[in-house]
């Protein structure tokens, strides 16, 4: 079993912890100075603490806290070059963190998802070490990449959920107009965005072909589609997605200038 420690019980934190405690195959130690954040992970913790050097004795030290505390962190913990430092804080490179430890340090960059194992994560390849692909494993799917393009996967797949959940709601509320219960219409939408999803990750073709597949000449889909195509909805997700990139280049800014 592979000893994990997470620095940092918030939102992300709390979900790595979730996720990982299902694989079963982890010891899980959570440490925060919130008490109410570590009672809140303490189910799916083997230890919770508030010393993070009794986090700093786990193989893998994950360092899940925001991008203007990440250094403080870092440099309250000694770790040795035998051990993992994983950290996920936006614009927050490796060269950054490499000069204030001896441990291997990764780039993670995940989502909530992780909390359910539909985690989708992005890791820089010139650093990821096994043990850290063993966990991402466990919580979803991810890719590795240059890090040079960490700040557009911070925004697809980092900031990309509140996306899709600004999408599905609208999906819901078209549903809620039309007569459904908000139950109901949030169960569909939903459950449509999640297969939908499914299918693009296991199927073969284009997301065009699929697209096309649903669309029966004269039917209902491709009378929304024509709306879709007309529309400059795919600008704005475009947009959204560009925003938030270029916030990560500006926090990498900020913390080299620190």
């Given at each position: 079993?592979?000893?994990?420690?997470?620095?940092?019980?918030?939102?992300?934190?709390?979900?790595?912890?979730?996720?990982l405690s299902k694989a079963g195959s982890h010891t899980?130690?959570?440490?925060?100075?919130?008490?109410?954040?570590?009672?809140?992970?303490?189910?799916?913790?083997?230890?919770?603490?508030?010393?993070?050097?009794v986090a700093a004795e786990a193989d893998v030290v994950i360092v899940a806290v925001k991008p203007d505390i990440v250094m403080h962190v870092v440099d309250d913990i000694d770790l040795s070059a035998d051990q993992t430092l994983v950290t996920l804080a936006a614009g927050v490179s490796t060269d950054v963190i490499e000069p204030h430890t001896d441990a291997t340090v990764v780039r993670i960059m995940p989502n909530l998802a992780a909390e359910t194992g539909n985690m989708a994560a992005a890791v820089t390849q010139h650093s990821v070490t096994d043990?850290?692909?063993?966990?991402?494993?466990?919580?979803?799917?991810?890719?590795?990449?240059d890090e040079q393009q960490m700040d557009i996967a911070t925004a697809v797949n980092g900031s990309g959920p509140a996306f899709v959940f600004y999408l599905l709601n609208a999906m819901k509320q078209a549903g809620v107009e039309g007569g459904l219960d908000d139950d109901e219409a949030k169960t569909l939408a939903a459950q449509t965005f999640k297969g939908a999803a499914e299918t693009v990750l296991q199927s073969d073709q284009s997301i065009d072909d699929l697209i096309d597949a649903v669309c029966s000449p004269n039917?209902?889909?491709i009378e929304g589609m024509e709306v879709l195509w007309d529309s400059n909805a795919d600008e704005a997700v475009v947009d959204a997605v560009s925003a938030a990139e270029r916030r990560s280049k500006e926090l990498a800014m900020e913390s080299e200038d620190e």
């Open positions: 079993m592979t000893d994990v420690s997470v620095i940092g019980c918030g939102n992300m934190g709390s979900a790595l912890l979730k996720g899980l130690t959570a440490c925060d100075l919130d008490p109410d954040a570590l009672e809140s992970v303490a189910e799916y913790s083997s230890t919770t603490t508030s010393d993070p050097a043990d850290v692909r063993e966990l991402l494993d466990d919580v979803g799917e991810f890719v590795e990449i039917g209902t889909t």
